[in-house]
C-alpha cells in the first residue's frame, strides 16, 4: 500500500504565506515525478507546479514567482511554499506523486487526501 498525507493547510490573510507538506510512504520502490495540484469549489482540478526526481520544476502562470516547489528524495516529501498569497489561491491542494511499488512494475499515479487553504477576500 501506498500513503501520501499532506500537511500545512490553514487559513491565512492575503499577502500570507504557508509551506504544505507531503509524505509518501509505504511500498515505493522509486518516485518519479511529485507534483501539487489544487481544485477551487466548482472548478477543475488544476496542476500547480511539479518537480522531477532531479529536481527540475515548472509552475502554473497563476503561481510564478510566489511559490516554489521543493523535494527531499531521502524522505520522500515534497513541499509547496506558498507566498504573497491572494483569495483566488483558496482551494484544495492535493498532492500527486508518479512512482513504482517494485522494480518490474509500472510507473503509477498515487493521489493525497487534499488539504483546505483559504484565503479570505
Known amino acids: 500500500q501506498v500513503q501520501l498525507v499532506e500537511s500545512g493547510g490553514g487559513l491565512v490573510q492575503p499577502g500570507g504565506s504557508l509551506r504544505l507538506s507531503c509524505v509518501a510512504s509505504?511500498?515505493?520502490?522509486?518516485?518519479?515525478?511529485m507534483s501539487w495540484y489544487r481544485q477551487a469549489p466548482g472548478k477543475q482540478r488544476e496542476l500547480v507546479a511539479g518537480i522531477t526526481e532531479r529536481g527540475s520544476t515548472n509552475y502554473a502562470d497563476s503561481v510564478k514567482g510566489r511559490f516554489t516547489i521543493s523535494r527531499d528524495n531521502i524522505k520522500r516529501t515534497v513541499y509547496l511554499q506558498m507566498n504573497s498569497l491572494k483569495p483566488e489561491d483558496t482551494a484544495v491542494y492535493y498532492c500527486?506523486?508518479?512512482?513504482?511499488?517494485?522494480?518490474?512494475?509500472?510507473?503509477?499515479?498515487?493521489w493525497g487526501q487534499g488539504t483546505q487553504v483559504t484565503v479570505p477576500s
Open positions: 500527486n506523486a508518479n512512482l513504482r511499488t517494485a522494480w518490474h512494475t509500472t510507473w503509477a499515479d498515487y
Open positions: 509505504g511500498s515505493i520502490f522509486s518516485i518519479n515525478y
